[in-house]
């Protein structure tokens, strides 16, 4: 299964005014980052990037001047995510921006019921709770320290760790041995485990072993 983690940043907030000036992606492959990424930066040309919108992102006017329009290169953007579900904060701001440039342009929108919304995942696991990405990140001790701005990018990086904790606890909460095969079974109870080598642990085995585990965020291999 493929899966796109998705965020935008935005000129403002109108979505039939304003302009999509940056966007980040990510490809999951049955629900695993597989490296593949797509960012770009976007030319708003005449529309003015408001200064609280500047203030989030830091993207200026002066500093997009450079790159197309999101209009021009949205083909290469439609390309990569090529149909598959999309994974957004928010996805009722994301789609509507992406949505309008698509229908400027007379091209096929994307459904809502295409994507996922990590938000409303959240009000409803979470109600009454601050839901913004910071504040997720801040409830599964997701460190913060690279956003110093919101940028596209390290926001989709952001969403990918926050999704795998409000779809399944972690990545290490599920982890588990389940066989089901009964051939499978029955060839580890036939194992003799008296046969097997014994490995012994150096020092510098047990030590390198113990600082992985403390850069392990909730690990379940702690005595």
Known sequence: MRQIILDTETSGLDFEKDR????????????????NKFHRYYNPESIKI?????????????FLSGFPTFDKDIENFV????????????????LSMINQ?????????????????????????????KNNLNAL?????????????HGALTDS?????????LMSGGKQKGLELNIKNKDVREKFKT???KSLPVLELTS?????????????RGNIWEN
């Open 157 to 165: 990086f952001l969403l990918l760790e926050v999704f795998n904790e």
């Open 101 to 129: 440039s698509l229908r400027r342009l007379s091209r096929q929108q994307i459904e809502k019921n295409s994507a996922i919304c990590t938000l409303e995942i959240a009000k409803k696991k979470f109600p009454g709770s």
């Open 79 to 94: 390309q990569f995510i090529n149909d598959s579900q999309l994974i957004m904060h928010n996805a009722q701001f994301d």
């Open 20 to 35: 999509i000036i940056e966007i980040g992606c990510l490809e999951l492959i049955d629900g695993i980052y597989s490296g």
């Open 191 to 193: 194992i003799n485990y």
């Open 204 to 216: 510098e085995d047990l030590i390198n072993h113990s600082e992985m585990l403390k850069k392990i």
């Open 137 to 149: 990140c801040r409830r599964f001790n997701i460190s913060l320290e690279s956003r110093k701005k």
């Open 50 to 62: 408001s200064s609280e919108s500047e203030e989030i992102h830091g993207l200026s006017n002066s």
